[in-house]
C-alpha cells in the first residue's frame, strides 16, 4: 500500500546551507571561519555551503553532527529532500512519460 501525495511541492525544501546559516550560526555566534575551524574545513568550503552551492556529503554531515550534538541522518535528509526536489524539476517531463505498472 503506498500514500500517494495529493498536492506537488511548489517551493524548494530547505538547503542544509540555508539552516546553518539562518538557524545555526547566529544561535552559536559563529562566523563562516569560526564554523570551517571547528569543523575542521576551508572557509570556502564553508562559504559554498552557505551560499547553497554544495551539498552535504556524509562526511560533512558526521562532522555537522558531531559539532552540533545531532546526527548525521538529520543533515543527509535534508540534503536528500532537496535534492529528489531539484531532480523532479529539472526532469518532470521526462518522468511524466512514464506510466506506472499495474501488479496482476
Not at 564554523?35 to 554531515?61: K, Y
Not at 550534538?69 to 529528489?84: K, T, V, Y
Not at 511524466?96 to 505498472?101: A, D, N, Q, V, Y
Amino acid at each position: 500500500m503506498s500514500i500517494h501525495k495529493t498536492k506537488k511541492r511548489e517551493i524548494p525544501p530547505t538547503h542544509p546551507g540555508e539552516m546553518i546559516r539562518e538557524d545555526f550560526m547566529p544561535d552559536y555566534k559563529l562566523t563562516t571561519a569560526s564554523l570551517a575551524n571547528a569543523l575542521g574545513v576551508s572557509r570556502q568550503t564553508i562559504n559554498e555551503l552557505l551560499r547553497e552551492r554544495r551539498a552535504i556529503t556524509p562526511t560533512m554531515a558526521l562532522r555537522l553532527s558531531r559539532l552540533f550534538g545531532n546526527s548525521p541522518e538529520f543533515w543527509l535528509n535534508i540534503q536528500h529532500a532537496r535534492d529528489l526536489w531539484e531532480s523532479e524539476m529539472r526532469f518532470q517531463k521526462e518522468l511524466k512519460k512514464i506510466r506506472p505498472l499495474n501488479a496482476a
